[in-house]
Nanobody, 124 residues
Framework: QVHLVESGGGSVQVGDSLRLSCVAS????????MGWFRQAPGKEREFVAA????????NYPDSVKGRFTISRDNAKNTLYLQMNSLKPEDTGVYYC?????????????????WGQGTQVTVSS
C-alpha cells in the first residue's frame, strides 16, 4: 500500500496562488495514476485533477480548468497541484489519492489510497 502525505495548504486571498505537494512512500509511486480531490464543509468530496503514471495525460473538471495544473515527479515520488487565480469556492480540504486504474479517474471509487488532506482557505 502506498502512503500519501499532502502539504502546502494555507489561507490566501482571492486571486492568489498556492502549490500543493503530495509525497508518496511505501510502494513504487510511478505505476499509479494520481488524483487530487477536495471537500468543502457539508459537501461531498469532488474531483479536482488527475494525471497518468507517466504524466502524459491530465484531466480536470471545468471548475478548475485553466487555473489548476497537476504534475508529478516520479523520481521524487511527489505529486503537485499548482493552483492559480484562487476563488472562495476553491476552499476545502484537498486530498491526493493513488489509483491502480488508468480510466475514469474522476471517480473517487477508483482510488485505493488517500492522504490525510491539507486545508485551503480562500478569502475575499
Amino acid at each position: 500500500q502506498v502512503h500519501l502525505v499532502e502539504s502546502g495548504g494555507g489561507s490566501v486571498q482571492v486571486g492568489d496562488s498556492l502549490r500543493l505537494s503530495c509525497v508518496a512512500s511505501g510502494r513504487t509511486f510511478s505505476p499509479y495514476s494520481m488524483g487530487w480531490f477536495r471537500q468543502a464543509p457539508g459537501k461531498e468530496r469532488e474531483f479536482v485533477a488527475a494525471i497518468s503514471w507517466s504524466g502524459g495525460r491530465t484531466n480536470y473538471p471545468d471548475s478548475v480548468k485553466g487555473r489548476f495544473t497537476i504534475s508529478r515527479d516520479n523520481a521524487k515520488n511527489t505529486l503537485y497541484l499548482q493552483m492559480n487565480s484562487l476563488k472562495p469556492e476553491d476552499t476545502g480540504v484537498y486530498y491526493c489519492a493513488a489509483s491502480r486504474y488508468f480510466t475514469d479517474l474522476a471517480d473517487l471509487t477508483r482510488y485505493n489510497a488517500w492522504g490525510q488532506g491539507t486545508q485551503v482557505t480562500v478569502s475575499s
